[in-house]
Nanobody, 126 residues
Framework: QVQLVESGGGLVQAGASLRLSCAGS????????MAWFRQAPGKEREFVAV????????HYADSVQGRFTISRDSSKNMAYLQMSSLKVDDTAVYYC???????????????????WGQGTQVTVSS
């Protein structure tokens, strides 16, 4: 079993940067695909970014492409989301998620991921 805990959220001004962290625990953490999702008030939870077990494959939502970078350090059971040029529309609760396996067709689906953290709030003010 994998347990995930997010941290690093906060209140920042538009244009600022934040780095979110996801601390994992579990025997097979290094084998998991890791992803970030977010959910704004009144909105559905949406895909943000994903990184595979080898860190060789990364994908991003169009809305964050070029501004966010996902990474991981499997030796430390950690995943990260570096966010820059933050916009008010980035305001949301950010969740990390984990799965074993997956496909190019399903990596952005919420139902693909077995394990989820409790989320960390990111608020961007104008």
């Amino acid at each position: 079993q994998v347990q995930l805990v997010e941290s690093g959220g906060g209140l920042v001004q538009a244009g600022a940067s934040l780095r979110l962290s996801c601390a994992g625990s579990g025997r097979d953490f290094a084998q998991y695909t890791m992803a970030w999702f977010r959910q704004a008030p009144g909105k559905e939870r949406e895909f943000v970014a994903v990184i595979d077990w080898s860190s060789q494959i990364r994908h991003y939502a169009d809305s964050v492409q070029g501004r966010f970078t996902i990474s991981r350090d499997s030796s430390k059971n950690m995943a990260y989301l570096q966010m820059s040029s933050l916009k008010v529309d980035d305001t949301a609760v950010y969740y990390c998620a984990a799965q074993i396996g997956g496909s190019r067709e399903t990596y952005s689906w919420k139902s693909t991921y077995l394990y989820w953290g409790q989320g960390t709030q990111v608020t961007v003010s104008s």
